[in-house]
C-alpha cells in the first residue's frame, strides 16, 4: 500500500499525459510555451478568478503574491503556525513579520476569532492556510480584512478544488496560491504552482515579478525572481486535468467512508468539516495520543503515515524570533498527536479497509484505558 498513490494515476492517465508531453518535445518551446496559457485558462474558468498566474511552486507563488502587494519592511501578516514552513518562511523572505494566530482544534485551521486581538497599525496582510484539504473561515477572515484594509492571501496548497459556500479554494480573496507538488490533490511530475487573483492590477505585478520584474524584455520595473512553471509541467497537469473531478468525487467518497468507518473507534479524533464547505482531503489526518506507538504498529502491519507537521512554527528555531514557545497552546498539543492516514483518488477499499482494522488493533494495543469499541 503507497501513502500516496501516483502508479495507478499514471496508468490511468498514461495516453494524455504521455501525448500532453510529447507535443512539448514535438514544438520545443520549453519555457513559457503555449501548454502555458493554456493551463492558466484552463485553471482560471476552473476556480472562477480572473486570472491564473502559474509558477515555480506553491511556495514561489506565495512570495510573488507578497512582493506583488508591496510590503515594507516590518510590515506584518497574520497567519497560522500550524502549516509547513513555507508559509511563513516566504513572509520573512518577503522582509515581513509573521504574526502567529492559533488554530481551531477541530478544523485545525486558523482561529478566525483570535485574529483581530493581534491587528497592529504595522498589520497588511492575512495568510489563511486551508491545511489538509478545507478552506478556512474566508467569510470570516475577509470581513476582518475588509474593516482593516488588508490583503487576504490564501494558501491553497493542499486545496485545490475544495468549495466553499459554493465558490472555489482559490478564488476567494486577494490572492490564492496553489502548489502542483506531486502529491498534492493536483500535482505535476516536478516542482510547480499558480496564483489566483481578480485584481487586474495585481495580475499583472505577479505576471512581472515572475520573469524578474520585467515590464518588457530586459525592462526590469520591479524587483523579480526566476519564478516561471516550466511548459512540460504545465502539460502534465493539462493532461491530469482528464480526470480531475473524478478524483474529487473519488476522494470525497474517500473520505467520507474513512470518516464512518473511524467514527466508532475511541481514543481517536477527527478533523471536523463544516457544514458550508467540502475537504478535498489532501491529506485523511486523524488525532491519537501515544502517536509514535501507533505510528509504529501501523508501519508493522504495512499500513504507512505521515506526521503533518511535528512541530508546528512557533517552536520551530527559524522563526523562535517571531513568537514566544507558547504562544499557540493548541497549535503544539495538536503537533504531537496528528497522523495522517493513506490517502488518494485511487485507494481502493480492500486497502481502506485494512488500513481501519490496523488502526484499530494499534488503538486496543496502546491505549488499553479507552478500549477500542468498535470494530468496522
Ligand atoms: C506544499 C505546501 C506549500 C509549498 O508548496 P511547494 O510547491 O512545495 O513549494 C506551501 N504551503 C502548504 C500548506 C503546503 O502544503
Not at 31 to 45: F, N, Q, S, Y
Not at 74 to 95: K, W
Not at 169 to 175: E, P, Q
Not at 302 to 329: I, M, S
Request: aromatic share 6%; proline share 5%; with cysteine.
Amino acid at each position: 500500500m503507497q501513502f500516496t498513490d501516483l502508479k495507478t494515476q499514471y496508468a490511468a492517465l498514461k495516453p494524455d499525459i504521455d501525448a500532453r508531453i510529447q507535443r512539448v518535445l514535438d514544438h520545443g518551446q520549453y519555457i513559457m510555451g503555449p501548454e502555458v496559457k493554456e493551463l492558466e485558462a484552463a485553471l482560471a474558468t476552473f476556480t472562477g478568478a480572473r486570472h491564473c498566474i502559474t509558477v515555480a511552486s506553491g511556495t514561489e507563488a506565495l512570495l510573488i503574491a507578497l512582493m506583488a502587494l508591496d510590503l515594507q519592511p516590518g510590515d506584518e501578516v497574520i497567519t497560522t503556525p500550524f502549516t509547513f514552513a513555507a508559509t511563513a518562511e516566504t513572509i520573512v523572505l518577503a522582509g515581513c513579520k509573521p504574526v502567529f494566530v492559533d488554530i481551531e482544534p477541530d478544523t485545525c485551521n486558523i482561529d478566525a476569532s483570535l485574529i483581530e486581538a493581534k491587528i497592529t497599525p504595522r498589520t497588511k496582510a492575512v495568510m489563511p492556510v486551508s491545511l489538509y484539504g478545507q478552506v478556512a473561515d474566508m467569510a470570516e477572515i475577509n470581513a476582518i480584512a475588509a474593516r482593516h484594509g488588508l490583503a487576504v492571501i490564501e494558501d491553497a496548497a493542499q486545496s485545490f478544488g475544495a468549495l466553499y459556500q459554493g465558490r472555489r479554494s482559490c478564488a476567494l480573496s486577494t490572492f490564492g496560491a496553489t502548489s502542483f507538488f506531486p502529491s498534492k490533490p493536483l500535482g505535476c511530475y516536478g516542482d510547480g504552482g499558480a496564483l489566483f487573483t481578480d485584481d487586474d492590477r495585481l495580475a499583472q505585478a505577479a505576471r512581472e515579478i515572475r520573469v524578474h520584474g520585467q515590464s518588457a524584455r530586459y525592462t526590469h520595473t520591479r524587483l523579480g525572481v526566476g519564478g516561471r512553471m516550466d511548459t512540460l509541467q504545465c502539460a502534465v497537469v493539462l493532461g491530469k486535468l482528464v480526470r480531475f473531478e473524478w478524483e474529487l468525487q473519488r476522494r470525497a467518497e474517500i473520505g467520507a467512508r474513512y470518516q464512518r468507518l473511524l467514527a466508532g473507534l475511541s481514543g481517536l479524533g477527527q478533523v471536523t468539516v463544516r457544514p458550508d464547505r467540502d475537504s478535498v482531503w489532501a491529506q485523511f489526518t486523524v488525532m491519537v495520543d501515544r502517536r509514535a506507538e501507533v505510528q509504529a504498529a501501523l508501519g508493522a502491519a504495512g499500513v504507512p503515515t505521515a506526521v503533518h507537521y511535528p512541530r508546528p512554527l512557533n517552536l520551530q528555531p527559524a522563526y523562535a524570533a517571531h513568537c514566544c514557545p507558547d504562544c499557540c497552546p493548541v497549535s503544539s498539543r495538536l503537533a504531537e498527536q496528528v497522523l495522517s492516514l493513506p490517502m488518494s483518488a485511487d485507494l481502493s477499499e480492500a486497502d481502506q479497509d485494512g488500513v481501519v482494522h490496523a488502526l484499530s488493533d494499534a488503538l486496543a494495543a496502546t491505549q488499553p484505558s479507552t478500549q477500542a469499541r468498535a470494530r468496522p
